[in-house]
Every structure is written in structure tokens, then in C-alpha cells.
């Protein structure tokens, strides 16, 4: 019902040119909103990783354990993210803490600043990453100016 989050490293045989050895680093489960699970499958972790759920940094230096999801702080625990969306005034119809304006199979918000249509964003950047492609410029270049570009949903044409 949650997910689980596995970081690995693999060691390769030049002459084989094939993965050798692929050893777990860290494995991480979590409930749907992100709280860690804690039991047995837990290892002993051998790098410092503070990029879990949602590969976004867990932030424990004042013992909230909350993540920084760069515009706005998310507490797991609750499910919420416990600060004030920055653009809330472009969309004067959902409360300010909202994420995806109630809607996450709808819309993503990768970094707490703006509500994006998630069809409109795949759609925007495989569209802009073939205009790229055909102009002869930087493809992941222009898929990044696609994808924002048809992910950003504005009030003045908002969908919710």
C-alpha cells in the first residue's frame, strides 16, 4: 500500500560489459504519505543518504523529520505539508496549504511552487524535446522547456 525506496551500486566487467555485483546501500519503506515504516528489512546503511521518500532531503536538524520539497516543508506524519503554498494567490479556490489542489492522479508539484498538470507536462516535454531535435539544439533542454511549459496550469485557466 506505501512504497519502497531502494538505493544500490553496481560494480560492471569490462569484458563482459555486464552488471558484476549489485549490492544494497539503503531501503527504505514507507506508509502512502510518506511516514517511514520501521521493521526488520531495515540494513545497516553504509553511505549517509537524507534523500528518501519522494527523493526529496529529510530535514532532522530541529527533530521534526519533516521534507524539503524546496518551496515548502512536508510533515509525513500528517500527511501535510505545514506551510503556506508561495503562488496561493493564483488560486484563490483551494486553501493555501493544499498540495495538487486535492488531485494527485490529476496534477504533480515536484517542488512546492506550482500546480502542473501531469499529461500536460509528458506531453510538453516530448513535444519541446522533438522541436529541439529538429532545430538542431540541446534535446533535454528543450523536453525541460516543454515540460514546464505544459505543465503549468494558471488561475486564468485553471481546471479545478
Known amino acids: 500500500m506505501g512504497n519502497v525506496r531502494i538505493v544500490f551500486t553496481s560494480s560492471f566487467n569490462d569484458a563482459q560489459e ?4 549489485v549490492t544494497i546501500v539503503q531501503e527504505n519503506h514507507y506508509y502512502p504519505f510518506g511516514m517511514q515504516i520501521n521493521g526488520d528489512f531495515i540494513k545497516k546503511q553504509s553511505v549517509k543518504n ?3 521518500y519522494n527523493g526529496k532531503e529529510l530535514n532532522t536538524e530541529i527533530g521534526l523529520n519533516w521534507s524539503d520539497y524546496g518551496a515548502r516543508f512536508y510533515d509525513p506524519v500528517v500527511g501535510r505539508f505545514v506551510s503556506v503554498d508561495p503562488f496561493a494567490v493564483l488560486y484563490p479556490s483551494i486553501a493555501p496549504p493544499v498540495y495538487v489542489a486535492n488531485n494527485p492522479v490529476n496534477f504533480v508539484d515536484p517542488d512546492g511552487q506550482f ?5 500536460g507536462t509528458i506531453v510538453g516535454g516530448a513535444s519541446g524535446a522533438l522541436k529541439a531535435y529538429n532545430n538542431g539544439t540541446d534535446v533535454w533542454a528543450g523536453a525541460g522547456e516543454g515540460a514546464v511549459a505544459g505543465g503549468i496550469n494558471r488561475c486564468g485557466n485553471s481546471q479545478f
Do not use: C, F, G, R
Not at 555486464?18 to 555485483?21: E, K, T, V, Y
Not at 500546480?115 to 499529461?119: D, E, F, H, L, P
Open 115 to 119: 500546480i502542473a498538470m501531469a499529461v
Open 18 to 21: 555486464q552488471p558484476d555485483l
Open 50 to 52: 537524507d534523500y528518501l
